[in-house]
Each structure stands twice: as structure tokens, then as C-alpha cells.
């Protein structure tokens, strides 16, 4: 399956691309942009990753992609810079109400932020429950321990209650993980590189 | 114009993608995969920022995007991590041969790569001249000293001589941009955060 989650499939119909569920995306990208604004961090969200095939030309300072695919992603989507250190990141949601499953993070996803974490940068996971309306932060180290001695096939939500953080709602910024960060990261002096 | 540079025009014909261009592109690409494979560094290219339109679904595991246009980028091209830090740089080759014009860099690119460095982390620029094949790396802050001091419409190659440093070819990897990062941020100590 070589495109985004999320978006209704409508058999061989073009289809707005406008309209899919993007709750959490639009929420972290207001929340990046409120942390840029502010001189908090650094952080953005990756292009979508396409192979261009064919590109239409109408007039000379103008073009239209005509064919394009999407690729399978080898990195997470987000990454940037907060107080000196290197941050990565994915965020998803899920519609399911007790687990959030595994085969929404595609292997080089998880290989991305174990190397992120090896080289001394900060990595982690978001995930959303949309239908309880909550957010949490897993920190990468948790997350591949867990993927390296469970085999399981999802992630239940009471594991993320217990060693996960939740991120509480604000209006701004709307979806404040930093705040985790700092706390895991930050405080203490013992983490702080 | 919101489109990359380098693709051939063609007035309202489909043109092939794959041939435009992008000798320093793959350089660097080939050059990030050595990086990884030996745990030197993690950095990646950005895909193309596009806005997709239109997503056609011939089958319920395929999908073509028959309508997107291309965004003007807000961030450099590449971003990653290197011996724990963030490491940020945009790449442009030029045909010229005595200098390199700034219209190549978007405003946006430029701020981005001063609020990089205000952060700590580490920003610059790769610029090849193809007739000449000399590929120079720019420190973030001396080409940001240039463009706020002068006001000149393109950044000469003796400038670059002078105050860049030349990348030498290399069989592996292509264009070894860290060796230079490595002497200009990691030797002494002084810069080493």
C-alpha cells in the first residue's frame, strides 16, 4: 500500500485530496508553526514522498504534475532542532479505541529512529486516539524495546497510559510535545547534553 | 517560478523527469547512503514539496496523482544528524563559471538557515559550478554575513576560494561535505558544543 493513510478510496474516480481525516497533522504543523514564531524549535513536516513521472508545462512560468506515485517512506515525517538537539519524529492516528496498530510504522521507519537515537538525537512517536480524543508521546527508546521483545501486532493503549505521556489539549500551541521533551530530556541536567 | 530549476522547458508537452540535471543531487544522495551504511551520519534529501490536487484510484491498492504543483520550498533541501548534531544545508549547482547568483536561494531558505544557526545547529550551503567542476561548501554564517553586508546579486567564485572550501572528488563517498564540517565544528574543541 503505497500511499498516505486515511484517504477514502473511491474506485477509479478522481477524488479531492483535500478532505481527509488531517486532525493531527494540521494540529502539529499550527504547533510548529507557533513554535518557530516563538523561537521555540525548529520542526517540520516532510513533503509527501513522490516519484515524478510526467510534468505538463501550459505556459513558461508554469507546471502541473500529470503523473505521479507515491513512495514508501525511509525516514519519520517531522524532524528540526530544539534547544541544540536533533529531533525526529512520526505522528499517527488511529480510529481504534483500545490499541494502536503496528503495521502503521513501516520497518525502515522504526530502523530511522533507532539510528536517530543511536547518534544522539531524540526520537519518538505520536499517536492519536480520535474517537477518545487522546494524544500520546512515546519515546523512541520505549518504543523499540517494546517492538524488539514483544511480538506483538499493536500497542494497547493501557501500555501507552503507563509509559507513554499523554499530551494535553491547549489552544496554543495546540499540541505541546515539547513540553514531554523538556521534562524527559531537559530537566535534571542528567540528559542534557 | 515554482517549479525547480534545471528542468528543460517544453511548451505544453509531457516531459520526461528523469533526464534533467541533477548531477550534485545524486552526488550527494549516493554520498548521505555511504554516510548511513557506516553509522557516520543521518541525513536525508526532503522530497519535493507539492501540492496534490487530484489522486486517481485504478485499483484498491494503487494510487496516481493526476494533478499537483510544486510549492516554493520554506526549508533547505537536506537535514539530519551528525555526531549529535543538527546539521541543515541547501545544495545548488550553477552553469555559470565566475559566480554564483543569489537568485537561486529563496528569502525563506536564507531565514531558515539563520534561525538553524541561532538554534545551534549547524547550516551552510553546496555550491557547484558544472563547466568548472568545482564544488565549494559555504559556512551559514559567512554567507549570511555576505548577503546582510553587501548588497550583491550573486556571490563570485575568488569570494568562495577565499572564505568557502573546495570539496574534493572522491570515489567514496562523491562529495565528503563532513570532512569539512568535521574541521570546521569538531577540531580543537572550541566549536564542539
Redesign the interface.
Known sequence: ???PKG?K?????????GNRGMGLEKDLNETNVYY?AH?V??I?K?????T??????????E?????????TP??TDY????????I?FEAKETNNKSSFPLNNLHTHQIN?LK??I????IGFLIIRFKSLNETYLLDGETLINFIEQNNRKSISINFLREYGYIIKDKIRPRVDYLEIIDNLYFKGGNNN?
Open positions: 500500500m503505497n500511499y484517504i478510496l473511491t474506485k477509479n474516480k478522481n477524488i479531492s485530496y518557530l523561537k524549535a525548529n517540520h516532510k513533503p509527501t514522498n513522490i515524478i513521472a510526467s510534468v505538463d508545462y501550459p505556459s513558461r512560468y507546471a502541473v504534475i500529470k503523473e505521479a506515485y507515491f513512495k525511509s525516514t524532524n528540526g532542532i530544539y534547544k541544540g538537539r536533533y525526529d530511522h539510528s536517530i543511536e547518534m544522539g538525537g547534553e
